[in-house]
């Protein structure tokens, strides 16, 4: 692999390649698309961590605020390391949690995607709570409160009780999630349907088991009795 200056170096070294977080630091002023590919090709390749995240962290607060969740959307896209995203809102090599800071949009924005990663909803939606005024801010708390809601689901009747969420408007951030969200509203509209006839079933069958037992002729009483029991325990 060759270093910034043409400088030939191994491919995989643990000693910061000279110049490289200001050849970066250039890449991801002039194109940060371009440069993105470029970092994940140094984290992928090589062992240029420190470099790369310098570079990521010296860039990205200089863009206005208004671009901040964009630009750190598309480094969540599919980083080589998501540690970049954990300590571009924290102190390296700090314990989990502890130092992640939400002091600076770049920092709450690189947390808040970081967090949903960890699938840590609570946390990624305190941390786009930070952000929420600024452009994409209220659509990624939107999503963040969103799952966090859907995650505590874990039982039929807990999903039945689930309210279903509100979809983003376009032009959105993250399209693809939202068409996700809409299939588990219209789940849960379905299941709380299901719910309800259920809740009528079960009605039916108690009604035969505590009402209608009284009436029903000897011979086939305990016939009925017995299937509307194993019915309603399948329920």
């Known amino acids: 692999m060759a270093g910034p200056q043409g400088r030939l170096f191994p491919r995989i070294t643990l000693l910061p390649l000279p110049g490289l977080t200001s050849t970066l630091q250039q890449w991801l002023q002039q194109d940060w698309e371009t440069a993105i590919n470029n970092l994940n090709q140094y984290l992928r390749y090589s062992r240029q961590f420190i470099p790369v995240l ?9 863009f206005p605020e ?17 540690q970049l995203l954990k300590y571009a809102s924290a102190k390296p090599f700090s314990f989990p949690d502890s130092q992640i800071r939400l002091d600076t949009p770049a920092r709450a924005a690189a947390a808040g995607f970081w967090y ?13 709570a930070v952000v929420r005024s600024l452009a ?10 969103t799952l966090h809601r859907f995650s505590q689901a874990a039982t039929f009747d807990s ?33 709380a349907l299901v719910q309800r006839s259920r809740d009528r079933i079960i009605g039916e069958l108690s009604d035969i088991i505590d009402q209608q037992a009284a009436n029903l002729p000897l011979a086939e009483k305990e016939l009925i009795l017995s299937i509307a029991q194993k019915w309603k325990t399948c329920l």
């Open 54 to 62: 310098a570079a990521v962290n010296r860039v990205l607060p200089q």
């Open 159 to 191: 999903i039945a009780s689930l309210k279903v969420a509100p979809i983003a408007a376009e032009p959105s951030l993250r399209p693809q999630t939202w068409q996700a969200i809409s299939s588990l509203n219209r789940v849960i509209a379905e299941i």
């Open 116 to 128: 949903l990663h960890q699938q840590d909803t609570e946390k990624a939606e305190k941390a786009f």
């Open 136 to 145: 994409y801010g209220e659509e990624m708390y939107s999503l963040a409160q």
């Open 66 to 82: 208004a671009e901040i969740i964009y630009r750190v959307s598309r480094l969540a896209e599919n980083p080589s390391d998501w």
